[in-house]
T-cell receptor
């Protein structure tokens, strides 16, 4: 059974304090890993797709990396506007059009 | 482009009432999805439609039905609402290319069943 586990459940940072969020997964035949950001009261917003181990992608203060067992979302010098829930997801094994299995999310709070 | 739109934004029902949640996308995507999001449970797939004319069950389909009306629209129906269906419902769409496809989400419908 596909599993996606995110840690920590919640993370509080001071503005400028860099850190990382973890997403570990168990899936047969990884065909990509997705990161989303979700603000309160809104739908998830797509951030990144990572296709293979060793791949990295960046967007502003965020950088996502992928290994064979986990992905990290690194946040460099975060600002209060980076506060949100960050979700990762993988396509379910055995399908070709992307039913996604989501992690529980990490709630990030950045204090000024 | 509006992306993925959902109506209504909020709804309160009494147990046993029925309703339909509407979803539309203007990105010419082939696949559409309905999820529910509950505290501590994350996002769970209810039903999906890989392409126009096809629908299939996801992880938690009991108590729901869907209709893929055309390529743009995918509706979710609760025939007899129950308090356990109180949740936030999200519609998403994607356009598969190979095996990798990002899903794009709507703003959600917040449903309370009393």
């Amino acid at each position: 059974e596909d599993q996606v586990t995110q840690s920590p459940e919640a993370l509080r940072l001071q503005e400028g304090e860099s850190s990382s969020l973890n997403c570990s997964y168990t899936v047969s035949g990884l065909r990509g890993l997705f990161w989303y950001r979700q603000d309160p009261g809104k739908g998830p917003e797509f951030l990144f797709t990572l296709y293979s181990a060793g791949e990295e992608k960046e967007k502003e203060r965020l950088k996502a990396t992928l290994t064979k067992k986990e992905s990290f979302l690194h946040i460099t010098a975060p600002k209060p506007e980076d506060s949100a829930t960050y979700l990762c997801a993988v396509p379910a094994g055995g399908t070709s059009y992307g039913k996604l299995t989501f992690g529980q999310g990490t709630i990030l709070t950045v204090h000024p | 482009n509006a992306g993925v739109t959902q109506t209504p934004k909020f709804q309160v029902l009494k147990t046993g009432q029925s309703m339909t949640l509407q979803c539309a996308q203007d990105m010419n995507h082939n696949s559409m999805y309905w999820y529910r999001q509950d505290p501590g449970m994350g996002l769970r797939l209810i039903y999906y439609s890989a392409s126009e004319g096809t629908t299939d069950k996801g992880e938690v389909p009991n108590g729901y039905n869907v209709s893929r009306l055309n390529k743009r629209e995918f509706s979710l129906r609760l025939e007899s609402a129950a308090p356990s269906q109180t949740s936030v419902y999200f519609c998403a769409s994607s356009s598969p290319s190979g095996t990798y496809n990002e899903q794009f989400f709507g703003p959600g419908t917040r449903l309370t069943v009393l």
